[in-house]
């Protein structure tokens, strides 16, 4: 799990943005979220300009702060956070049980970390699909530099418009993915249309659990963080996704919030009062340390304008993750492993 260093965090931010428009892009994502005015119709509606901006603005911080593999995983005691996300991918790659050989497909697959471990621990072809163009050249570059070039592959689409053939892949999955997907049940439509009958589609969703109250002003802000930091139209409720997997003709083989029996919280890497010398970056010292370098590299202008207000959304994020941890409101891993009927021979 490489990590990037403070020049390439600089020269990333906007990713395919032009530099000088930053600043920009910085203003139009943030008016999409309810703290400056925005509505969830509005992010659904306008959901891929949205999250191209997102993951523009983001992804070197993310790359800086968490290495290649952009989610969450629960935890053993004594174990590390490396050691958990690729505990947590490698249980993805045994629930699909995962053979030699197999074409496997990762919707909304970040920079690729996952999927280039996945194909290594299974021995299998996975091609990544996203929408982001500057995280997709990143991932190419990840795969040449793994020597995966053979095995893994990137493909630019929407997932909600995909360009594969019906039946094309023997296993599906998305990892902390398919919750920027306007509608649940349009996302997992395409996914069924493109895996093979009697195969399987697995993931790990982010969603607002049963204890999450609509009514609770304190619930609504910690929603809102979690959308603006992480570039979300909407969040839904663990049930919609289940009701939506089965309207898009799965059988749904189990389900559970994985958050739920972790020995140690999901959140604790972002919970200020944790510090880890493992994780160092996302520590209150780490993020301090980080906040004081963007606004140095901002002002010599090795880091373009804006910088700094995108250090400060990922922040109401973390805060927004963690508040939503603890209240037990928020899951980032509500698993499921579902499968396509062998009479669904479309």
Known sequence: MSKAGALDLASGVGGKIDKNEVLSAVDQYEKYHVFYGGEEEERKANYSDMVNKYYDLV????????????????????????????????????????????????????????????????????????????????????????????????????????????????????????????????????????????????AYEWCMTDSFDPNNQEHQKLKAEIEIGDGLPDIRLTGKCLEALKQAGFEVIWEKDLAVDSPVPWYLPLDTSHFSLSSFRLTTVGRFITRNMVKTLEYVRLAPKGSQRVQSFLEQAAEGLVGGGKKEIFTPMYFFLARKPLSDNL
């Open 59 to 202: 992804t070197s911080f993310y790359e800086f702060g968490w290495g290649e593999s952009f989610h969450f995983a629960p935890r053993w005691k004594g174990e590390s956070l490396r050691e958990s996300i690729k505990r947590h991918e490698h249980f993805l790659a045994l629930q699909l049980g995962l053979k030699p050989g197999q074409k496997v497909l990762d919707v909304g697959c970040g920079i690729g970390g996952p999927l280039r471990e996945i194909s290594k621990f299974s021995s299998t072809s996975v091609t990544g699909l996203n929408n982001n163009e500057y995280q997709i050249s990143r991932g190419k570059e990840l795969n040449r530099i793994a020597g995966v070039e053979k095995t893994c592959n990137f493909v630019k689409a929407d997932f909600m418009k995909m360009p594969f053939s019906d039946n094309s892949f023997d296993a599906v999955y998305a990892i902390e993915a398919t919750c920027h997907a306007p509608d649940a049940y349009g996302c997992y439509k395409e996914i069924h249309r493109v895996l093979k009958p009697g195969q399987c589609f697995a």
